[in-house]
């Protein structure tokens, strides 16, 4: 790994701003302690590395508190490109375009002069100081660099709301300097709990459910239903797509997708009626069950939220658990459809989930469904559907790989 003084520049042949742009991260849950933030870190670090690949190789540096991700001959274009990429990563709470300078005063104020160059209105300064043994303490630092842009730019300094915030850094080797940055997701590094898989239609819920797990460190696998033979193959596309745009938050994403309207029509004919949603339901969750075993998945995501449509009660999604033994995640059930919009807008799926498609749902839905489903009916129902059927859909699941930016 290059030391400072193999990628700074000597005195006299420097650049602009002289030092190195990089990225400085900021991490999320800092609660965590001990074997835990280790394992946090190292994740962090791998999913950091994974992200960026297809942008450039990078150096993943782990510090108290926060990495800097650097990479050799870097310019400031590709360094905004991490930077921006780096904020789909679970576990990173900022992400800074920094400087990173040598450990002189001198080399901090000139990063700092170049970086408010062409600012107008009002600033403050505000160091830190990871390493105490720089000769200035932070309120010095603050004092001395904001004298130097005030006298060469006539800027005011306002400590209450400026207009332009300069951070200043001081680390283990090196110093930061930095003014802004991007907010990242928070939560905590995918994989970093396990493996899970999400039952994925494609609706507006399921998607905003997948991120909500995967922010919690879960690591997940997709199972989607079309109604095909009966349906066109227009929800494929939509739950590949989704998938696609959410693998930006852990990468690898796998998504299988099960041929559903057969076994559908066995669950009409063997007279389920007001029962047959959630007899669909309850069969998808049995499929996705085998499946998720297959997977070396622990648990099954569905967007189910508490009485959002008429079959979501409290009674029906007891019923549901009813028909799997692996724990099922609701991340959704507290919250309303406007909060999930919002969520869905910003993770950028609302789009791709209100595109037109046939729902493979519609075909089964009776005119009036049950609202409490009783579980004795329900598996008198399920005698009368063929005893394999699960199996076979697993079967019949076709893999795909839905590559971020691909
Ligand atoms: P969504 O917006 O996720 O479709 P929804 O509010 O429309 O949710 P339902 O259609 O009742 O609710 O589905 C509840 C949950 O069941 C979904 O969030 C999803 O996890 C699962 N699900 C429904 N349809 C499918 C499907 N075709 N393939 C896979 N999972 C499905
Ligand atoms: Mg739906």
Redesign the pocket.
């Known amino acids: 790994m290059p030391t400072l003084d193999t990628v700074t520049p000597a005195a006299g042949e420097r650049t602009p701003v002289d030092g190195e742009p990089c990225v400085l991260l900021k991490l999320g849950e800092v609660v965590l302690k001990g074997k835990n933030r280790e394992l946090f870190e190292r994740r962090l670090a791998d999913n950091v590395r994974t992200a960026v690949r297809p942008i450039a190789k990078v150096d993943v540096i782990r510090r108290h508190g926060v990495f800097i991700v650097r990479t050799k001959d870097a310019d400031v274009a590709t360094v905004d490109a991490l930077a921006e990429r780096i904020t789909d990563v679970m576990g990173i709470v900022w992400a800074h375009r920094a400087w990173r300078v040598g450990k002189d005063v001198e080399s901090v104020e000139r990063a700092a002069l170049e970086l408010m160059a062409g600012r107008t209105g009002t600033f403050a300064v505000r160091s830190r100081r990871r390493d105490k043994r720089f000769p200035l303490t932070s309120t010095e630092l603050d004092r001395q660099v904001g004298g130097k842009i005030n006298d060469k730019y006539g800027l005011k300094v306002q400590l209450k709301n400026p207009d332009t915030t300069l951070s200043i850094e001081v680390d283990r080797d090196e110093v930061f300097v930095f003014s802004g940055g991007l907010p990242g997701q928070g939560g905590l590094p995918a994989g970093m709990s396990g493996r899970a898989l999400?039952?994925?239609?494609?609706?507006?819920?399921?998607?905003?459910?997948a991120y909500r797990m995967m922010r919690r460190g879960l690591r997940v696998d997709y199972?989607?239903?079309?109604?095909m033979p009966f349906t066109g193959p227009e929800?494929i596309y939509k739950?590949y797509a989704l998938v696609r745009e959410l693998d930006k938050f852990q990468g690898g994403s796998r998504l299988f997708v099960?041929p559903?309207g057969k076994a559908q029509q066995q669950i009409k004919t063997s007279g389920a009626d007001r029962l047959a949603?959630i007899a669909q339901?309850r069969l998808?969750l049995r499929t996705?069950e085998l499946l998720a075993r297959r997977l070396k998945g622990t648990a099954l995501?569905?967007?189910?939220?508490l009485g959002?449509?008429s079959?979501?009660t409290l009674t029906n999604i007891t019923a549901l658990d009813d028909a799997v033994q692996l724990p099922i995640l609701r991340p959704?059930v507290g919250m309303d459809k406007v909060e999930?919009m919002d969520q869905a807008r910003r993770i950028r799926t609302l789009t791709i989930?209100e595109l037109p498609d046939e729902?493979?749902?519609t075909m089964l839905a009776p005119r009036r469904a049950e609202t409490k489903a009783k579980i004795d009916d329900l598996r008198q129902i399920e005698k009368r559907l063929d005893e394999e059927l699960a199996d076979q859909l697993v079967t019949s699941a076709q893999e795909h790989r839905p590559i971020y930016g691909a």
């Open positions: 999400v039952l994925m239609s494609g609706g507006i819920d399921s998607p905003v459910a199972l989607h239903f079309s109604g929800s739950a099960v559903f949603v339901r998808m996705g995501i569905t967007g189910d939220a959002q449509v079959s979501q959704l999930i989930s729902d493979c749902c």
